[in-house]
């Protein structure tokens, strides 16, 4: 049971270049979920998708966008890189986001530095 | 003010000791409230998670929350060296579809 996949683990942009981050899940998960980590500010909510087809803004989403491919999968793009953006991305996955109790499963983050 | 904080420590304590880790938060309207812990290098995984006043018991862990003061607690009693990572403390809000996180606390547990 492979829980939450993303890829690539690692990536190293130019400023200005634009890559695709993928997530898929296999839990049958309603939610989805894309945070950043950066040192001393914990994970901040960039976009997350209550339901298949459905997209909103969390706390930090300027320079990133979005898709709710299927139920599955959820991208995250960024158009044009900037080095603000270097950090780690993890994408989580919920069974079902009103659910009070119902936990968040992550995947295993991906590495990104922009030069 | 943030909406969750913690203490980013490191905490340290010996093997064998009770290490205890805070977390307050600014929203009345939080519900629940869970605890992950992630090591270096390595995604948060959850340790447990509570939504009423009082303390829950998992083995060796045991988290409180106390509502009207606005904290959540874990307590990890005989603190292994394998314990040592970054604890996170997560809240969900009501009308919030995502949980909201503290920036974390770093236990260090000294064999």
């Known amino acids: 049971n492979a829980g939450v996949t993303q890829t690539p683990k690692f990536q190293v942009l130019k400023t200005g270049q634009s890559m695709t981050l993928q997530c898929a899940q296999d839990?049958?998960?309603?939610?989805m979920y894309w945070y950043r980590q950066d040192p001393g500010m914990g994970l901040r909510l960039i976009y997350y998708s209550a339901s298949e087809g459905t997209t909103d803004k969390g706390e930090v989403p300027n320079g990133y966008n979005v898709s709710r491919l299927n139920k599955r999968e959820f991208s995250l793009r960024l158009e044009s890189a900037a080095p603000s953006q270097t950090s780690v991305y993890f994408c989580?996955?919920?069974?079902?986001?009103?659910?009070?109790?119902?936990?968040?499963?992550f995947g295993q983050g991906t590495r990104l530095t922009v030069v | 003010q943030k909406e969750v904080e913690q203490n980013s420590g490191p905490l340290s304590v010996p093997e064998g000791a009770i290490a205890s880790l805070n977390c307050t938060y600014s929203?009345?309207?939080?519900?629940?409230f869970f605890w992950y812990r992630q090591y270096s290098g390595k995604s948060p995984e959850l340790i447990m998670f509570?939504?009423?006043?009082g303390d829950k018991e998992d083995g060796r862990f045991t988290a409180q929350l106390n509502k009207a003061s606005q904290y959540v607690s874990l307590l990890i009693r005989d603190s292994q060296p394998s314990d040592s990572a970054t604890y996170l403390c997560a809240v969900r809000s009501m009308g919030r579809r995502a949980l909201t996180f503290g920036s974390g606390t770093r236990l260090q547990v000294q064999p």
């Open positions: 989580a996955s919920r069974r079902d986001s009103r659910g009070m109790n119902t936990e968040a499963f």
């Open positions: 509570i939504y009423s006043n």
């Open positions: 929203d009345r309207g939080s519900q629940s």
């Open positions: 839990m049958n998960h309603n939610s």
